[in-house]
T-cell receptor
């Protein structure tokens, strides 16, 4: 039973355009969400997070949106750059302090120059 | 430099031969965890530790053991590896705010 789902295994976007990566979750107890980026032969690196008390968090070119009623979050990258080409994972955790994380299966983003 | 290190990075072994993958962090984090990454399944948590001598099972703990005798180290032990444990393993160290820092990964092949 996949509690965190990334339904698009891959996405291609032209350089300079917006990349939108989506993530759905089923557990309403999740209250903290994160996005990670992973390059080949490296560990995932933290990108941006959002708490359930917010619906948007921004950090430079990266913005995460959270729609609690739809149990959906999305990562927007504007403008997309070739260096953004990587696999992106969303993750969720529930009840502050548990530190138990559930990850999605990842979306491979390819930014075309 | 803040980092999480894992050793070895690559390991090929045979069924039943006990092995240990080490993990060390220099950020003084209390919380650490182990994940495995498999195609189509994303990252799945194996074990986690909330402090020295405090460990608990994640989603896929079968066939693995861990120990946390010191805050900086969190080794993953496979007492009797089997081919279905062939995977890419990541150790992570977590800040109080919940952000995880991952090691570079250990690619394990069990023949």
């Amino acid at each position: 039973d996949q509690q965190v789902k990334q339904n698009s295994p891959s996405l291609s976007v032209q350089e300079g355009r917006i990349s939108i990566l989506n993530c759905d979750y089923t557990n309403s107890m999740f209250d903290y969400f994160l996005w990670y980026k992973k390059y080949p032969a490296e560990g995932p690196t933290f990108l941006i997070s959002i708490s359930s008390i917010k619906d948007k968090n921004e950090d430079g070119r990266f913005t995460v949106f959270l729609n609690k009623s739809a149990k959906h979050l999305s990562l927007h990258i504007v403008p997309s750059q070739p260096g953004d080409s990587a696999v992106y994972f969303c993750a969720a955790s529930g009840a502050s302090g548990t530190y138990k994380y559930i990850f999605g299966t990842g979306t491979r983003l390819k930014v075309l120059a | 430099e803040a980092q999480v290190t894992q050793n070895p990075r690559y390991l090929i072994t045979v069924t039943g031969k006990k092995l240990t993958v080490t993990c060390s962090q220099n950020m003084n984090h209390e919380y650490m965890s182990w994940y495995r990454q498999d195609p189509g399944l994303g990252l799945r948590q194996i074990y986690y530790s909330m402090n020295v001598e405090v460990t608990d099972k994640g989603d896929v703990p079968e066939g693995y053991k861990v120990s946390r005798k010191e805050k900086r180290n969190f080794p993953l032990i496979l007492e009797s590896p089997s081919p279905n444990q062939t995977s890419l393993y990541f150790c992570a160290s977590t800040t109080l705010g919940g952000t995880q820092y991952f090691g570079p990964g250990t690619r394990l092949t069990v023949l």
